[in-house]
């Protein structure tokens, strides 16, 4: 099994400050209410990226710590391959989601998480946290391009749940 490239893992996990040295994002989207167990199902068996028009090939049908995921974003031969592990997964009647981290190959290096959590008023978020830097030629000589495009993924992941949410898939 391949080692993943960064130490800090599981550190998407909390709210807690995340690792320093990496840039980080926080990207959250308010859902339908009442939409926690259909969001999350929809996170954790990698609806909600496929529906988003991100390819997963993965060893599982849902996320659960152990699992290897190669996720591919973008169009035909302008397609990044990403290469990934499960390192935390959750599933109860407050929160479902998960983090994966980098394996090697992968452009960037640090972990991503996808979290749907109601909070106590009952209101339903998803969020998208990340730390990471670059771990390629190319990705390093993107610099500020590569930040603003990983937002740009956070916010249309938050877009697509909430259409899913919501019954629209088109």
Do not use: K, N
């Not at 991100?54 to 190669?70: C, K």
Request: positive net charge; hydrophobic residues 45%.
């Amino acid at each position: 099994m391949a080692e993943l490239t960064y130490a800090e893992v599981g550190a998407t996990r909390s709210e807690a400050a995340l690792p320093a040295g990496y840039s980080h994002l926080r990207h959250r989207v308010r859902l339908p209410d009442g939409s926690l167990a259909s969001a999350g199902e929809a996170v954790l068996s990698w609806r909600l990226h496929r529906t988003a028009g991100v390819r997963i090939d993965a060893t599982a049908p849902r996320a659960e710590p152990g699992v290897a995921v190669t996720v591919g974003v973008g169009v035909g031969p302008l397609r990044l391959w990403g290469p990934c592990r499960v390192v935390w997964a959750v599933a109860d009647d407050r929160q479902v989601g998960f983090g994966y981290g980098t394996l090697p190959g992968h452009p960037e290096r640090g972990e991503e998480a996808f979290l749907v959590e109601r909070g106590d008023a009952g209101a339903v978020w998803f969020t998208v946290r990340a730390f990471s830097v670059p771990d390629r030629w190319f990705t390093r000589a993107g610099g500020p391009v590569v930040r603003v495009f990983q937002s740009g993924y956070a916010w249309w992941l938050g877009r697509t749940l909430r259409r899913l949410c919501a019954g629209v898939t088109g």
